[in-house]
């Protein structure tokens, strides 16, 4: 009766749909179990026509419930024209027959009452499963108040058939069966703000705890998604976050696929929201909001709730919820998703902090790695020309000096060896600056790999180690023959570099699905594992190498994955010290549009 | 100046105790014998030959540990020292030379920016910065060639 007058005042207040359902329906439990009561307690037959009503408001029950499914999450129409049909059919027919009810009208009435009760049970507790946070425990005490309800009709449907002195036990339980259902009923239908507070506050601690290390994820996009969670299983309902984009002027929001869509502000309820900075609600979107009807029909949308996202002046987005129905949400959820959005406000500027803090470093960062390069250039380029430099000159002094003395051929060959360098130098330091605007690879025509690895290594024969070729059939791709030369030029260099004279160098070239491979096996020193990571990078060269025969910028196999990386392809390379390195190549057989 | 050595016969590596073309200043040996060092071999060819040719007795070392174990049996009145070497660097030598209490005059030879720095660091009397020409280079191992230096 408490429950009764509590539910029916809040109906009064509230005058909706959900609120006068729930009123609808205590009353029906209050007035069955009342009248069971006084039943029991006059052992007096009740008149006809109380029979009748009590059958009547017994049968309403279940259609009361039905009514409430549909008020929180969803019943097919068919459905409810089925159960009006049904309810309607019992009610006459109780009407037409009292005082004795006939036993197929009995069967029909408890048939009805248990197959809709049924289909509301299931209904809440697959809502209960979809369901998350407040809702979630909402929609669980639906069901155990379903579940209840139903196992007091059970015994009450026993009641008759039980042996005289278990009766009054049989109905003493299903009495308390009924209370039960009626208390966990209006603890899901209807919680009082406190246990509603009480349901929300271990989502929201959690949610504030995690809100301090949220802006430090590694994308906005995962922020986003924490921040939608937290708010989804603070209230209940499904939380969206739209994030405002300045260079577009429109609402992000993020699908669960990762596809995005974009609002334009003022429109829908996000928009809105966003717009008018202030909070926005619907109870019915398809009629508050006929542009979106479809998208609420196919996501089952029956309620909206949008929230601005705001730090200071900064106007940083909306929060968006959605839930099945209206009820779902309560009054205090506007000032909840404020309260929400704030918090979304103090995570994302945060972010923008740090991505700003972040954005700082790696100029500096960039600054100083072409500053380094720029050194390591000139030093690479000051050695060579040292030589050049002082030897030309002591040459010059030399012929002015003495110009019948015979020619200083070590001097010359010095001057000849070390220009050269420098040329290669330079050449390595143009390379990696196209490189770095990406336009390494030049134009592309069909070249065999196997013919281009027999003439790099036929070019390289007169030198101390022996190059071979292990290729059984020719492998085309559309590639920049000149910059593959170079790739396998520099490979097989860097094989000879690092090998002892004579071990042989092998060049291997075969197909392998789609792509053309190429591999260079040396069996020279190898590599550290610890500098495998970089070797591919700008000036790496392995901590093994501390014999300066070989010089260079290091800009080698940098140069080398530049080439394979513009052609859309990979290199890699196995290596293992004191036994040697195979550098792998995996270049796309390029199709014939690319082809020019 | 350099007239008094221009023309006169390259000198093998032994001490200049057999020079005639130059005149004697008692503490022989030493004062003419200059040590270079860089791991470039073409830079210790290039420097070497013109020092030689100069007149000067040259040894030539191309890591830090020949270095020591040169100064230790030659002697030489100036060390020239590439900085930038595997191992055993520039830095190094120079400290080894110092906790040995040997005040040999060092001239760092670098291609880096901060060549004077560096040449103050390791408590060096001097340095030539990469790329540099023949007078730079005949000019700055002159001012060595004797304790104090000459006048130009």
Same mark, same amino acid.
């Given at each position: ?107 029909? #009435? ?59 036990? !049989? ?49 906005? =996009? ?86 601005? #996202?705001?730090?200071? /002046? ?24 404020? &309260? =929400? ?53 002591? !040459?010059? $002094?030399?012929?002015? $000096? ?32 196209? !490189? ?50 170079? =790739?396998?030029?520099? =490979? ?19 197909? /392998?699905?789609? /792509? ?46 530049? #080439? ?33 | ?49 013109? &020092? ?72 060096? /009397? ?27």
């Amino acid at each position: 009766m408490l429950i009764f007058i509590s539910v029916t005042l809040r109906a009064v207040r509230q005058p909706t749909r959900a609120h006068t359902d729930i009123a609808l329906f205590f009353g029906a439990l209050a007035f069955v179990i009342l009248a069971s009561r006084i039943a029991t307690l006059s052992r007096t037959t009740p008149p006809p026509w109380l029979i009748a009503v009590e059958v009547g408001v017994l049968m309403a029950m279940p259609y009361i419930l039905l009514r409430l499914v549909d008020d929180f999450t969803h019943v097919r129409a068919v459905v409810k024209r089925v159960a009006e049909l049904g309810f309607v059919v019992g009610v006459i027919a109780t009407f037409v027959s009292v005082p004795a009810l006939p036993p197929p009208l009995t069967l029909y #009435i408890v048939g009805y009452f248990f197959v809709v009760s049924l289909y509301c049970a299931i209904a809440f507790i697959r809502a209960s499963r979809r369901a998350r946070g407040v809702t979630r425990r909402r929609m669980e005490a639906i069901s155990l108040g379903s579940i209840l309800l139903g196992t007091s009709l059970v015994l009450a449907g026993l009641t008759p058939l039980a042996p005289d002195d278990n009766r009054a036990i !049989l109905q003493a339980l299903g009495q308390l069966f009924s209370l039960s259902s009626a208390v966990a009923y209006y603890l899901g239908f209807a919680p009082p703000p406190i246990l509603r507070r009480a349901w929300q506050e271990p989502e929201l601690r959690s949610f504030l705890a995690r809100a301090a290390s949220l802006p430090r994820l590694p994308t906005t =996009l995962d922020i986003v998604r924490e921040l939608e969670r937290g708010a989804t299983n603070s209230t209940g309902t499904a939380a969206r976050i739209g994030l405002w984009q300045e260079h577009t002027s429109k609402l992000r929001f993020w699908e669960d696929d990762d596809t995005t869509v974009d609002l334009e502000p003022g429109t829908h309820f996000a928009g809105r929201a966003f717009e008018l900075q202030r909070p926005i609600f619907s109870g019915n979107p398809i009629r508050d909001n006929p542009d979106g009807a479809a998208g609420y029909r196919s996501r089952n949308i029956g309620a909206v709730l949008a929230t601005p #996202i705001t730090a200071g /002046e900064r106007r940083l987005g909306v929060l968006a919820f959605s839930a099945e129905r209206a009820p779902i949400f309560a009054v205090s959820d506007i000032e909840l998703a404020g &309260l =929400l959005a704030d918090q979304a406000a103090v995570v994302l500027e945060s972010r923008v902090l740090i991505d700003h803090a972040a954005r700082v470093r790696a100029r500096e960062e960039a600054t100083r790695l072409k500053e380094d390069f720029l050194s390591a250039a000139a030093h690479d380029l000051k050695t060579p020309l040292t030589t050049v430099v002082a030897q030309a000159e002591f !040459l010059e $002094r030399r012929a002015v $000096r003495e110009p019948s003395a015979p020619a200083d051929l070590a001097g010359i060959r010095r001057v000849v060896r070390e220009s050269k360098r420098l040329a290669g130098l330079v050449g390595d330091l143009l390379d990696a600056t196209r !490189l770095e605007q990406g336009r390494l690879v030049g134009e592309r025509e069909p070249v065999d790999l196997a013919t281009l690895a027999q003439e790099v290594c036929a070019h390289d024969t007169a030198d101390r180690s022996i190059c071979q070729v292990e290729a059984t059939a020719p492998v085309v791709g559309a590639y920049d023959r000149r910059r593959i030369e170079q =790739l396998l030029q520099n =490979l097989v260099e860097n094989a000879k570099k690092y090998s002892p004279d004579r071990t042989p160098i092998k060049i291997k070239v075969w197909q /392998e699905d789609a /792509e053309a491979r190429v591999a260079v096996v040396d069996s020279g020193i190898g590599i550290p594992a610890a500098d495998l990571p970089r070797i591919f990078e700008r000036f790496s060269r392995a901590s093994n190498v501390d014999d300066k025969r070989f010089h260079g910028m290091g800009l080698g196999l940098f140069i080398c994955r530049g #080439i394979v990386e513009e052609h859309g392809g990979r290199i890699w390379v196995e290596s293992e010290v004191g036994k040697g390195s195979t550098f792998h190549v995996a270049l796309p057989i390029a199709d014939g549009r690319r082809l020019n | 100046m350099m007239d008094l050595w221009a023309g006169g016969p390259p000198r093998d590596e032994r001490p200049a105790s057999g020079s005639t073309t130059r005149p004697r200043t008692g503490d022989e040996g030493q004062h003419d014998t200059v040590l270079v060092v860089d791991d470039d071999t073409s830079i210790l060819d290039t420097v070497s030959s013109i &020092l030689t040719g100069e007149g000067y007795v040259v040894v030539s070392a191309s890591t830090g540990e020949e270095a020591l174990e040169a100064v230790a049996r030659r002697q030489p009145a100036l060390i020239l020292l590439d900085m930038r070497m595997p191992v055993m660097d520039g830095w190094a030598v120079a400290r080894a030379l110092r906790e040995q209490g040997n005040q040999v005059p060092i001239v760092v030879m670098t291609a880096a920016e901060s060549a004077k720095r560096w040449a103050d660091e390791v408590g060096a /009397e001097g340095y030539l910065a990469k790329p540099f020409g023949l007078d730079d280079l005949l000019a700055t191992v002159e001012r060595f060639r004797k304790p104090g230096g000459r006048a130009n």
